[in-house]
């Protein structure tokens, strides 16, 4: 009888196991368990930011694809101190050969409904082959290893967005130094212009501050769509604290 494992939306049978199992040929496709990804992310995150760090888990929600060949986590934490602030991590995998796996973790996280997913802070991708469980243990570890650091600079920055004042003129000769530099397209260069002018959500109070100028660069070029948008966020975070705060 297949494994059941409890998968957050709802209970499925993990297609590795049993009857679904699918065929590996050679070395080229080893697909991952769904509950040992999950299983992967829970060890490591318990290692390393315990009870004993002060970081609170405040969620790991996972759910499955309807055909059950893909899968898609999230979890939360809360740093120390920080009521309702700190990272996330999202991570995906497939026994259908359809996605590898990839974990990314940031203040922000953007994901498609294809399962494209990216951090602000970093993200590792490996393809379901030979050794690829075994890999990925030591990259997401070390990956989280790095988020603290990571993770806590990008929050002291978004502080220091929130506090300084930014006019809309400033905000567009940033675009344009933006489109220069090629941080980005032309195309998405238009959307912030008019996200600039009549914003779609209120980021502050005011409205005029380099926090506000940040949000309308990610979501016009989030609009775009395409696997750019994937690329860009901490090109776009360092983009303003490059011209903005130093």
Same mark, same amino acid.
């Given at each position: 009888? =297949?494994?059941?494992? @409890? %998968?957050?939306?709802?209970?499925?049978?993990? =297609?590795?196991?049993?009857?679904? &199992?699918?065929?590996?040929?050679?070395?080229?496709?080893? =697909?991952?368990?769904?509950?040992?990804?999950?299983?992967?992310?829970?060890?490591?995150?318990?290692?390393?930011?315990?009870?004993?760090?002060?970081? #609170?888990?405040?969620?790991?929600?996972?759910?499955?694809?309807?055909?059950?060949?893909?899968?898609?986590?999230?979890?939360?934490?809360?740093? =120390?101190?920080?009521?309702?602030?700190?990272?996330?991590?999202?991570?995906?995998?497939?026994?259908?050969?359809?996605?590898?796996?990839?974990? !990314?973790?940031?203040?922000? %996280?953007?994901?498609?409904?294809?399962?494209?997913?990216?951090?602000?802070?970093?993200?590792?991708?490996?393809?379901?082959?030979?050794?690829?469980?075994?890999? %990925?243990?030591?990259?997401? %570890?070390?990956?989280?290893?790095?988020?603290?650091?990571?993770?806590?600079?990008?929050?002291?920055?978004?502080?220091?967005?929130?506090?300084?004042?930014?006019?809309?003129?400033?905000?567009?000769?940033? #675009?344009?130094? !933006?489109?220069?530099?090629?941080?980005?397209?032309?195309?998405?260069?238009?959307?912030?212009?008019?996200?600039?002018?009549?914003? &779609?959500?209120?980021?502050?109070?005011?409205?005029?501050?380099?926090?506000?100028?940040?949000?309308?660069?990610?979501?016009? @070029?989030?609009?775009?769509?395409?696997?750019?948008?994937?690329?860009?966020?901490?090109?776009?975070?360092?983009?303003?604290?490059?011209?903005?705060?130093?």
């Amino acid at each position: 009888r =297949p494994k059941r494992v @409890c %998968l957050g939306l709802r209970r499925v049978h993990d =297609p590795v196991y049993g009857r679904n &199992t699918p065929k590996v040929r050679g070395n080229r496709h080893v =697909p991952i368990g769904f509950h040992d990804l999950a299983e992967q992310v829970d060890k490591q995150v318990r290692a390393l930011y315990g009870d004993h760090t002060g970081y #609170v888990q405040r969620g790991h929600h996972i759910t499955v694809s309807k055909d059950g060949g893909k899968v898609f986590g999230l979890l939360t934490m809360e740093a =120390p101190g920080m009521e309702g602030r700190g990272w996330a991590m999202g991570w995906r995998g497939s026994v259908d050969k359809s996605l590898g796996s990839l974990f !990314a973790i940031g203040v922000n %996280l953007w994901m498609c409904e294809n399962l494209c997913l990216s951090g602000d802070a970093m993200r590792v991708m490996r393809k379901s082959t030979k050794n690829a469980k075994d890999d %990925l243990e030591g990259r997401v %570890l070390s990956m989280l290893w790095k988020a603290d650091d990571l993770v806590g600079n990008m929050l002291d920055d978004l502080d220091a967005f929130k506090t300084a004042r930014l006019s809309q003129t400033r905000m567009a000769e940033l #675009v344009g130094r !933006a489109q220069y530099d090629g941080v980005i397209k032309p195309t998405q260069a238009n959307r912030i212009y008019r996200e600039i002018h009549e914003p &779609t959500h209120a980021y502050t109070p005011e409205g005029d501050t380099v926090y506000d100028c940040f949000n309308h660069f990610t979501y016009a @070029c989030k609009q775009g769509g395409g696997d750019r948008m994937f690329q860009q966020p901490g090109n776009i975070h360092q983009f303003h604290k490059d011209y903005v705060l130093e």
